[in-house]
């Protein structure tokens, strides 16, 4: 409880800080006020808006009129009067003008303002909290466990939360705020002669800063709802809502479990919920029907779910669907639609009945536990292929005629038109050195997007390429050295020889930018040696200079 001198000194600090007019040892005081003060916050928010409403009208233009409850009220505690007389000259266009943005920008404003105050107050000193723990200890008595919400003097603690929550509130108004500011300049711009098209557009533009403001509430509520039900820790231990519900048996309403949480993000990761696409972050929960995306060749978002089974998504990713059935006579598993890109799993025992099923536009690899990798080319012609480190994975191929087979660790498997449906050993890393180079490996790329074809990384002896199955036939070879960077490489195809000299190393050739340039094999058997060197190419074009290393021939067959 507050005396009423106290209120009265609290009011005048709060006008002084609002006024940039308190003495050092005077914001000392304040800080300390708000920190153990609840009604001195809620005086500081109210003053704030006050003071922050009274300042738009001053910057309105010359002839607007302040509003008449304003003229009979004489501003903030009667100390306005001088931004009172300046704002006289104001028309009746105050009533026009919307207190919106100043409302929001007093919002945001006041959580920094509160966070930043108590944050320095913090630093300072310790805080009457700790000198309670202090003398608590001296005079014997117990501390309150760790864990049980509490400050030493039996305040709760704020929750991480709800700070959060408040964070998020800020960030939202800030760009409400600044929506408002366009919307009313873009109202107040009448176009003078007229012209319906320049009407039409105006109403366009409007329509959509509208049609914007509701996606940001939209992501509001749901980055809100998601910070709400992050995993939090408690005696050391991760809970969920869930399971930090004191009543379980009295579950909300339409509640929904979740199916995973997001445990970490590198670059840009999205969670995608109905039609909303809202920036991913640590701790985010992930509901049934949710995707999930990644962005640029740095992004980088993994997945735990409830089980420690763990999912990781790279580069240009995308997972446009997560379900699983979680009624006990379910016999259905962890569902996970990938559409594009690479996945990881590393996948907890599953139960027999009850699998974890990995989707794709060409495929499904059934698992019950192990480590994995998937890759996917999206397209009718692209292809799956299946890594599987250890474990065993059943892979089923969905174009074409349907099959199976069983890939076991350090095997792969690819499902693609006209590929038979093997598993096949996957090749061991080659490394070698500058002296003593060493060709690690071969495939064919899409020369319009310099990616290798998942159905030819790497090329066999015997590998057959049928045209028609591909998107394209813009084609070329790549080799793969180790080092990366070396000083050449020979091409030998059906005897004709083709030097390369820098990266990346390109039976077609490349541009100055490195991009492939496009060729298309001719049709037949052919046969291709690749041999790396350590120097630079020979005058005569025909060989490298310096130490060559092991050369590799592969047959090919084009149809």
């Known amino acids: 409880m507050t005396a009423p001198g106290g209120r009265e000194r609290r009011l005048l600090l709060i006008h002084g800080f609002l006024e940039h007019a308190l003495s050092p040892e005077e914001l000392r005081e304040m800080e300390e006020m708000l920190r153990v003060e609840d009604g001195a916050r809620r005086d500081l928010i109210l003053a704030s808006a006050l003071h922050q409403e009274l300042f738009v009208l001053h910057e309105l233009p010359a002839e607007a009129s302040p509003a008449p409850e304003l003229r009979e009220t004489g501003g903030f505690s009667g100390k306005r009067a001088p931004t009172l007389r300046s704002s006289r000259r104001l028309s009746s266009k105050v009533r026009e003008f919307s207190w919106t943005p100043a409302l929001l920008t007093a919002a945001s404003l006041i959580g920094a303002v509160l966070l930043l105050l108590v944050a320095r107050s913090d630093r300072r000193n310790p805080g009457p909290q700790r000198h309670e723990s202090a003398r608590n200890r001296d005079l014997g008595a117990p501390a309150p466990p760790p864990g049980t919400g509490q400050t030493p003097t039996g305040a709760p603690e704020p929750g991480p939360e709800r700070v959060e929550e408040e964070r998020i509130r800020a960030e939202s108004a800030r760009r409400l705020a600044d929506l408002e500011r366009r919307r009313s300049a873009l109202a107040q711009e009448v176009p003078q002669d007229s012209d319906p098209k320049r009407v039409e557009r105006q109403k366009a533009d409007l329509g959509l800063l509208e049609e914007e403001k509701r996606k940001i509430e939209e992501e509001m509520k749901l980055a809100i709802e998601q910070a709400r039900r992050a995993p939090r820790v408690r005696n050391g231990e991760t809970v969920t809502q869930e399971s930090a519900n004191p009543n379980p048996g009295k579950e909300p309403a339409n509640k929904v479990?979740?199916?995973?949480?997001?445990?970490?993000?590198?670059?840009?990761?999205?969670?995608?919920?109905?039609?909303?696409?809202?920036?991913?972050?640590?701790?985010?929960?992930?509901?049934?029907?949710?995707?999930?995306?990644?962005?640029?060749?740095?992004?980088?978002?993994?997945?735990?779910?409830?089980?420690?089974?763990?999912?990781e998504?790279?580069?240009?990713?995308?997972?446009?669907?997560?379900?699983?059935?979680?009624?006990?006579?379910?016999?259905?598993?962890?569902?996970?639609?990938?559409?594009?890109?690479?996945?990881?799993?590393?996948?907890?025992?599953?139960?027999?009945?009850?699998?974890?099923?990995?989707?794709?536009?060409?495929?499904?690899a059934t698992v019950l536990g192990t480590s994995l990798r998937l890759l996917v080319d999206p397209g009718e012609k692209g292809a799956t292929k299946l890594?599987?480190?250890?474990?065993?994975?059943?892979?089923?191929?969905?174009?074409?005629?349907?099959?199976?087979?069983?890939?076991?660790?350090?095997?792969?498997?690819?499902?693609?038109?006209?590929?038979?449906?093997?598993?096949?050993?996957?090749?061991?890393?080659?490394?070698?050195?500058?002296?003593?180079?060493v060709l690690a490996g071969l495939c064919v790329v899409n020369a319009e997007t310099g990616?290798?074809?998942?159905?030819?990384?790497?090329?066999?002896?015997?590998?057959?390429?049928?045209?028609?199955?591909?998107?394209?036939?813009?084609?070329?070879?790549?080799?793969?050295?180790?080092?990366?960077?070396?000083?050449?490489?020979l091409f030998t195809w059906d005897g004709t020889p083709v030097m390369e000299g820098r990266v990346p190393y390109l039976l077609g050739g490349n541009d100055s930018r490195g991009k492939p340039l496009a060729w298309t094999p001719p049709p037949g058997d052919h046969t291709l040696t690749v041999i790396p060197y350590s120097g630079p190419p020979a005058a005569n074009k025909r060989e490298g200079t310096g130490t060559a290393g092991a050369g590799v021939t592969v047959r090919l067959r084009v149809r």
Do not use: C
């Not at 997001?262 to 509901?287: Q, W």
């Not at 890594?387 to 349907?402: A, W």
């Not at 076991?408 to 061991?428: E, T």
């Open 257 to 311: 479990a979740s199916l995973a949480w997001v445990d970490h993000v590198e670059g840009e990761g999205f969670i995608l919920r109905k039609e909303l696409r809202t920036p991913a972050r640590e701790g985010a929960e992930i509901l049934p029907g949710d995707g999930l995306e990644t962005a640029g060749a740095a992004g980088r978002l993994a997945l735990r779910f409830g089980d420690r089974s763990r999912l």
């Open 313 to 364: 998504l790279r580069g240009e990713t995308s997972v446009s669907e997560i379900t699983e059935d979680l009624t006990a006579a379910s016999t259905t598993g962890k569902q996970i639609q990938l559409s594009r890109g690479t996945l990881t799993a590393e996948v907890a025992k599953q139960p027999a009945h009850r699998p974890m099923v990995l989707k794709t536009p060409h495929s499904e």
């Open 387 to 437: 890594e599987v480190h250890e474990g065993k994975v059943r892979f089923t191929r969905l174009v074409e005629k349907k099959a199976s087979v069983d890939v076991s660790g350090g095997h792969y498997a690819v499902s693609a038109l006209g590929l038979p449906l093997l598993s096949r050993p996957i090749a061991p890393i080659r490394l070698g050195t500058p002296e003593k180079p």
């Open 451 to 489: 990616r290798p074809f998942l159905q030819f990384d790497p090329i066999e002896d015997g590998t057959v390429i049928t045209l028609a199955d591909l998107p394209t036939r813009a084609l070329n070879i790549q080799a793969s050295t180790s080092p990366a960077t070396i000083g050449s490489v």
